[in-house]
């Protein structure tokens, strides 16, 4: 059958002609192996599979990462969220998208090891940020993502957690757990993220990372919203934290309103017709970006307002993004072999972290920001690529002593808030679905609205005595939160009903109404590349 046999209606590739075009070498299968050809060397997070581990292959000596895959209920089957995983990172190969090496497949993925992701550098106290380093994390992302929607794949969890780097300097997209193909036109130059061309559910991206459209329920979504993602993390960058920490869904939505300004009919057409911003009645402001960024200069505020843009049809692409003016400007973005090594960075140092600020004093103000432990040459960007400069780095510094609102300060000194914690996976788009959690929470912080928007779709952890991110889950976490949901189900059912669904709480289910919903799930999960 020829490609062209099998294409959408409108000219899309369908997902099997698209897969079928892609195939990737059979020698670039390396296929199965033993759990026992690994020498398990300790654990580098907990996600929403289950743990990461780094272990080193006893035949190759190479390092890698174990990403166990658990069965939550085996009646259920192989996790689809993993199937998606596999076959996903099966099909892609680029620089900067992480590549799956081997993969054992009822328990782990195996991936090359990378030395930190982004969250966990940015959380580690002797680790700071030039601008140099910046833009070239920034352009690696840029050309994965790229990559990834000229390829009809959304990858739906952008966030800097599943941003995977190396002592080399190089950046890899990882987690596909949530990625899906994606039958709309790829993007274009100058052309945004264009128009959806069907739906998915608007359940997808941990929610400091998710874009105003999926916050009101847009589920004919666009590319955009990955390049949204690529906002928040710009952002997390450049202050060292996370920019956007909503403590619920409507919370979420009254920082992107501070930040953004208010919706209008100009600046977000059509939004009023958006499902969940009927009830929204928000305060008309106009935004405080250029206010609160204003110290990273006007290339940066310029970027960062093009990628967080409300609108999602005129945010920018990621074609169109790499030629921003900002990667142009001194000081130039930094060669990936340039950059400075830096201790190992995962989710789990972040305790080891938390006790190494707790002891180190104060540091001076403004004066440790701009350099890591290992200065390189400063670098330049020269028209199309990347060129060497030696030189004063005075440029790749942040001002000293600015004192914006996002001042910035020395990681440990950074109060990166309390956690909202990340969603459970979504398993499947259900068009009308509702990811777990407690509903009907009011949000904090005011709040935009009064009614849908305020469910908050996480739980809220407060745990005073261990700071966390909010980006991650631990598994104490997920035992609370499966009796929490379990507690809830009936106290919430009169309000989104079948809305509130993951593939846990479904395979947990008890009511033949639950089990008629999940039988037809099931059959919708057949074909997954149709969700
Ligand atoms: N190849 C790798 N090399 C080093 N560390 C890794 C690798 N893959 C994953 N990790 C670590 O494990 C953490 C969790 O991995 P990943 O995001 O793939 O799992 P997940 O179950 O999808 O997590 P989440 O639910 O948080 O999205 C990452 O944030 C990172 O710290």
Known sequence: MSILDSREPGGAPSPRSFAIAHQRPRNSFVGCSRITDYEVLGKLGEGTFGEVHRARSKKTGALVALKKIIMHNEKDGFPITALREIKLLKLLSHINVLPDKRKKPIMYMVTPYMDHDLSGLLDNPSVHFTEPQIK?????????????????????????????????????????????????????????????????????????????????????????????????????????????AGESDGHQLELIFELCGTPTDENMPGWRTLPNAEALQPRPRTGNLSHRFREYGSGAVSLLRELLKLDWRGRVNAIDALQHPYFRTAPYPAKPHELPSFEESHELDRRKFHDRRAALPPAPKGGTVGRGPHDGPNASFSGDGYSSRNGANGAGRYPRNSRGPEERVPAWHRDRGLPPRPPPPADGDHPDGYRDGRGGRPPRGGGVGANRQDIDTYIPSYDRDAPRRDDRRRWDDRDRDRDDRRHDWDRRRGDYDDRARTSRTRSRSRSPVRDRDRDRERDRDRDMYRR
């Open 136 to 244: 070239c994390y920034m352009l690696q992302l840029l050309e994965g993502l790229k990559y990834l929607h000229e390829n009809h794949i959304l990858h739906r969890d952008m966030k800097a957690a599943n941003l995977l780097i190396n002592n080399k300097g190089i950046l890899q997209i990882a987690d596909f757990g949530l990625a899906r193909h994606y039958e709309g036109e790829v993007p274009k130059a100058g052309r945004g993220g264009g128009e959806g061309r069907r739906d998915y559910t608007s359940l997808v991206v941990t929610r400091w990372y998710r874009p105003p459209e999926l916050l009101m329920h847009l589920k004919r979504y666009t590319t955009a919203i990955d390049m949204w993602g690529v906002g928040c993390v710009f952002g997390e960058m450049l202050v060292g934290k996370p920019i956007l």
